[in-house]
């Protein structure tokens, strides 16, 4: 049922902070990393900036090869687990591989400044402070978002089954009211299947 009136004209969000400067934020990079490769091939000569920038490729590339194959050699060793009906142990080198995998994506980027930051985040420090303070964060963000959201998701789907079975069962409810005025029997549910 309607009652005629319009609804309420929608307003935009307001603009977060980040989605504010972030743009700012990576058009100053820009600038910077050219000006600093004017720099260096006014010092140097523009041959030397070519073979820095493709030294950064083959790099990267090389780094993104090597942790995709550790990442893929984890998977799979806990595929073969699962399949053994054991519990998969909790890889901790996917959040490492996660991280070289951003780095070598930072040194394929032309730049020095990226070409830095990526070799910054393939010492063993670093990227343990770094993979500690990510999974940290996304710990908190689970912890924050409700039931249903799309941030809780995977967590929901990893405690419910960890290894891909489908546990049966039926939820008895201690509090279920009771008496006449309880309402009509529901009766058991079929099983779900998946």
């Not at 004017?38 to 942790?67: C, M, N, P």
């Not at 891909?164 to 069962?169: A, I, L, N, W």
């Amino acid at each position: 049922m309607t009652t005629g009136t319009p609804p309420p004209p929608l307003r935009p969000a307001p603009r977060s902070k980040l989605r504010r400067y972030v743009p700012l934020g990576i058009a100053a990079w820009m600038v910077l990393e050219v000006w600093l490769l004017t720099v260096v091939a006014s010092a140097a000569g523009g041959f030397t900036v070519f073979l820095l920038l493709l030294g950064g490729v083959l790099l990267g590339g090389v780094v993104i090869k090597r942790a995709g194959r550790r990442a893929f050699k984890g998977w799979s060793e806990q595929l073969q687990q699962a399949q053994r009906g054991e519990m998969p142990e909790r890889n901790e080198r996917s959040g490492g591989n996660a991280l070289t995998m951003v780095a070598g994506l930072l040194i394929m980027m032309p730049g020095l400044v990226s070409d830095a930051l990526g070799l910054l985040c393939l010492l063993p420090p670093v990227r343990a402070v770094l993979t500690k303070r990510v999974e940290r964060s996304m710990e908190r963000r689970m912890r924050k978002a409700g039931p249903g959201t799309f941030e809780n998701a995977f967590q929901q789907a990893r405690m419910h089954r960890p290894d891909g079975k489908v546990v049966q069962g039926e939820v008895i409810r201690d509090d279920a009211p009771t008496g006449p005025d309880a309402g009509p029997e529901q009766g058991p549910r079929p099983p779900l299947t998946g």
